[in-house]
């Protein structure tokens, strides 16, 4: 399995494509314009508390103030308060926590108003980006990620991912950052942290310690409200949270991106420096990787799978809704129970695809193909949390129900990625038409069907406009020559004049229209 990072870089914005063997399975954009991106330490100011909800508005400096619930503000906030003010004033010059005296925590249960008043300065972190009418989700228990740990203020634990299955090399792990952990400070042990030595985990420490010093240190003379602490740019936090051995390339486009990336790949993983490489192909980098095709073929209402099966994708505000259709998908050696696991275990690759790929989040209802068999349900469900496994946002699936229902809850901390796929019909009619870059892919869906039927189709003949019968003809190799060597039968290609550029049919070598099964 190889992994690769495309990096594509504009005045406007920079996109990231995570490809694995060499299909899209994520897909960012960082906007510069972008202030409050998950992870981000504001200086804050409490606007009011609200009883009523439990909860208080925060001003951070967006149009919206952010929302802070009583059970976000973290037991240590007192021991926060005392710290930010002593900071503020200039009465403390040890940042490092080790002398500092904490307060008793506050009440699980407690109400807002008796422990925040309005005008208070507070720490707060970005957990939730501004979506659609709301404002950012903040937090004051704070936590600043590191490559192999997540080190918390104000904190004693140390906890471990639980997707590190061995008990052994959990213990081992939780006695070796309590044996380099600084006082003050609770530690998250990382799933990427298994096998690793207590050398890089304190290399990994004393970083982020470093970054509290450093903002806490801005703390004095920082105004309300303003950023103290910066969540690294979105190509480092990818790699950060992403990269492994796996990774075979990342490939750049702008120099000073590619310059910044080598730098953080050599300090975490100098042996693999060698795989950050600078693009300056004539060809646009997404589409030199095949991504611009993968995107308009992945993104709108229906997304393709192979031989003909499909998902349709609704978005409604409350959830999102994913039907598995099997299409003109058809098997006689297998019969209807067969086929219908079979498509549905190649929907679930596909849905936990798309759901890193377009960041969906909240409340996802697939409806997958009807199955008798409680076994096949159950191969599917284990199927579909093994294909989600690698997802890095928090999620649940609960089990198929009696009406074949698969529930799925998912993290949603920024806004959906929505790219519009269809395109204005190049006949001019006014209506969108789907965008002609897949108008291939198509073709050659269809072809494959035809030749693997059972009908006898010694010479197939494919009328089409001559614009797109150029475009299949032309060149060394043409597609057409490619098809001839991939399902060894010769393509007539016959331009049709009076045929719009997305219209094409199938025939037969006596002029008789082929029917797609």
Known sequence: MNRELIVRSSPEAVDFALLKDGKLIELHKEEDNNNFSVGDVFLAK?????TGLNAAFVNVGYEKDAFLHYHDLGPQLSSMLKFIKKART????????????????????????????????????IVKEPISTKGPRISSELSIAGRYLV?????????????????????????????????????????????????????????????WIAM??????????????????????????????????????????????????????????????????PAPIFEKFGIERQIKTSFGKTA????????????????????????N?????????????????????????????????????????????????RKLFDHLRNEMKDDRAKHKILPPSKFGLVQITRQRVRPEMNIKTSEENPNGTGAEVEAPIVLIDKIQSDLERIIKSDQKNNGIVLNIH???????TKGFPSIRSKWFKAYKKWIKVQPRDAYTYLEYQFKDKDGKTINIQ
């Open 151 to 211: 080190m918390v203020p104000f904190s004693d634990r140390v906890s471990v991912s639980q997707k590190i299955a061995s008990k052994e090399e959990k213990d081992r792990l939780i006695r070796l950052v309590k044996s380099i952990k600084p006082k003050g400070f609770g530690v998250i042990i990382r799933t990427v942290a298994e096998g690793k030595k207590v050398a890089e985990l304190d290399k990994d420490l004393q970083n982020l310690l470093s970054k």
């Open 304 to 327: 393709s799978m192979s031989r003909g099966a499909y998902l349709v994708i609704e978005h409604t505000e409350a959830l999102h809704v994913i039907d598995v259709n099997s299409g």
């Open 466 to 472: 001559p614009f797109i019968a150029a475009y299949l």
């Open 90 to 125: 200039g009465k403390l010059k040890d940042y490092t926590l080790k002398d500092f005296p904490f307060e008793k925590d506050i009440d699980k249960n407690g109400s807002i108003a008796d422990v925040i008043k309005a005008n208070q300065s507070l720490l707060v972190q």
């Open 46 to 50: 409490i606007r009011k508390p609200v």
């Open 329 to 377: 998908r058809s098997n006689k050696a297998k019969n209807q129970e067969d086929t219908a696991l079979e498509v549905n275990m190649l929907a679930a690759s596909e849905i936990a695809r798309q759901l890193r790929l377009r960041d969906m989040g909240g409340i996802i209802v697939v409806d997958f193909i009807d199955m008798t068999r409680g076994d096949h349900r």
């Open 216 to 281: 806490s240190k801005k703390l004095q003379r920082a105004s309300h409200p303003s950023k103290v602490l910066v969540e690294l740019n979105r190509a480092s936090s990818i790699l950060r949270d992403v990269f492994n051995d796996s990774f075979s390339g990342i490939h750049v486009d702008d120099e000073t991106l590619y310059n910044q990336i080598k730098d953080y790949v050599h300090e975490i993983a100098p042996e693999k420096e060698s795989i950050v490489k600078l693009y300056s192909g």
